[in-house]
Each structure stands twice: as C-alpha cells, then as structure tokens.
C-alpha cells in the first residue's frame, strides 16, 4: 500500500486513545493538528510538544472554521466522546453536543474547505449483546446505553454526508482497549492500583463475565491501516471491529496481574446484575481481510507492559475530557 503524508486533524488529542495515537502518527511524517481544551493536561505529551508536526488549538479560542482555513487538512481522525456508562438528565446535553452536533459541525466544515477523508470512532455498546457468539460488522444494532445511542446517531448523521458529499470514511468499532495513560476509573488499573499497593479488592460482579480487551499498541496499528486503506481504496464508508478476537474472564484479568506483580492479593467477588455484559467477544475476520490488521499483544503481554508503566510512572489514569 501506498504511504501518504497526512495532515490530520485529531480530536480527543489528549484522551487515553490519542495520547497513544499521537506519537505514531508522528512516527510516520503525519502532521497533527490536535483540538484540545485550555485545561488540558499535556503533561503525558511532553515528549512531542516540541515537535513541529505537532500543532494543538484551544477549543475555546478557536472556531472549528477558522482552524479549517488556517490549516491545510487533509483528513479528521474523530476520538472525542462524552462518556458515561449510565447518564444523568443533568448530563444529556453535553453527550448530544459532543457525540453528535460537534463531530457533525467537523463534517461541515470538511465539505465546506475540501476534505475528503474522516475516521470515526464507534463502540462495541452500539451492537446487541445478547448471545455468546462473535460480533460480526452486520450483526444487530441495539445500543447498550445512551452513549452507545448517540454514536448510532451521528454514524446515521455521517451517513447522509458520505451519500451526499464527497466523503470517504471508516468506523472502527473498538472493543475493551486498555494500556498506558488508561483512564484511573477502569477496571485494569483499578486492579493494578489496588495490586501494587498490596490492597485487598471487592468486586461487584461475579467475574466471570468474559470480555474482548485489546491493547492499545494494537489499537494505535489499526488506525495506522485505516488512514493507508481508505486513501488507497475507493471507500465510502467501511465499519471495522477492533478487538482481540478472544476473550478472558474478569477473575483471570485479576489472576494475571497477581502473576506479573508476583502477589497473591486477595478479592472478593459479588453477583452480576441484570445490565451486566456477560459475554463479547469480536468477530475480526473483515479487519484482518481488509485492514491486513490482527493484534500482536496477547492479554497476558498487555497487562505486563501495562502494570509496568503504571508502577514505574505512579500514575493511574489520564483524565477524562470531552475534546
């Protein structure tokens, strides 16, 4: 395939995915226009700042129109989100600003200043998680809760542009990621925390709840082959999932770390309730097809680089922003 040098307009530059995503779109001669808030912490980044490929706008301070005069854009990678695994009324807003009229501001302005390609970044939460076989990109779509509901929306919204507009687009559908600069309030440095500190864990579930994490280095690489496949192919619009292809338990996640950090901290497990996802698993059969894309990290070799930077940094979790 075809390398391209990109400029490439990111939004959740400084997120958990685009901390990890910058730094290789950087390794690659990528141009980075990154959309930040004023708060952001750009500590995690530090080693880039430097870097003039790397160029950061405040949200604030500049309208989405002027960043699109101002700089030749050549394609959108679309991380930012507002997250919540259940929402508050006081909360509605901001999750349909951010996760449909923002992302669909960007698609206006790129039809407005010429730009062709746009990656988006969807949800295994958007599919109906109701057996134990594989997700396939076809399977039925029922969102888990309102964030998974508002990602349909706006690929529903991204959609009518592709058909109406000379759009070129890709969904990738991530999974469970997890790695370094992970967010504090997940589940795997939560345990890491707790493991390194040598505190005894009580779980809310039974842990036997089987899901599909991948890591991020492998979750980096996919967007790496979507940006070369969509400006090699005549594409319209492509979904893509983005996971391991297999599954492990809660209970050995915990396991594992207690192996890599040579403890034998102890847990206690409670029940799973009726909204616990107790089975996901990715079906990556067109990723790998279409893509040339397959993850490299087993979970075990995940968790070992992931436990390892967290101890060494002393750091658990990013924050969590909306930009």
């Known amino acids: 395939m075809e390398s391209m040098v990109m400029n490439i307009f990111l939004t ?3 997120g958990f995915i685009g901390i990890n995503l910058i730094p290789k779109l950087l390794k690659y001669n990528h141009t980075v226009i990154a959309l930040k808030r004023v708060s952001s ?5 530090q080693l880039y700042i430097d870097n003039r ?12 129109s ?14 930012a989100t507002y997250y919540r695994k259940s929402h508050i009324k006081d909360e509605i807003d901001n999750m349909i600003h951010s996760n449909i009229e923002f992302p669909t501001e960007i698609l206006q302005q790129m039809i407005e200043h010429g730009v062709r390609y746009f990656i988006n970044t969807g949800t295994f939460f958007e599919y109906a998680l109701e057996s134990n076989n594989p997700i396939t990109e076809t399977c039925r779509i029922n969102p888990y809760n309102l964030y998974a509901a508002t990602k349909v929306a706006f690929e529903d919204i991204l959609k009518y542009y592709i058909e109406n507009y000379s759009i070129s687009a890709a969904t990738l559908r ?10 504090k309030s997940k589940i795997i440095p939560y345990i890491i925390k707790n493991v390194s500190e040598k505190i005894p864990i009580k779980f809310n579930s039974s842990g ?3 899901w599909d994490y991948v890591f991020i280095q492998d979750v980096t690489e996919a967007f790496k082959k979507t940006i070369e496949f969509i400006i090699n192919n005549d594409v319209k619009h492509e979904v893509f999932n983005i996971g391991s292809g297999k599954t492990v338990s809660l209970r050995e996640v915990f396991q594992y770390i207690n192996q890599i950090a040579k403890t034998k901290i102890e847990a206690t497990w409670g029940q799973n309730t009726n909204k616990e996802i107790n089975y996901v698993c990715a079906d990556i059969t067109k990723t790998k097809k279409l893509l040339k894309w397959e993850p490299c990290f087993d979970i075990y070799k995940g968790l070992e680089i992931t436990y ?16």
């Open 208 to 210: 036997f709840q089987k």
């Open 12 to 14: 959740g530059a400084t």
């Open 308 to 323: 390892k930077w967290f101890t060494k940094n002393e750091i658990f979790g990013a924050q969590n922003e909306n930009y």
């Open 66 to 79: 002027r960043i699109f005069q101002e700089t030749r854009i050549d394609m959108v990678i679309h991380l």
């Open 41 to 45: 912490d750009l500590s995690k980044l």
């Open 174 to 183: 991530l999974f469970a990621p997890y790695g370094p600069f992970d967010h």
């Open 53 to 64: 490929n790397l160029i950061f706008y405040n949200l604030e301070e500049n309208q989405l």
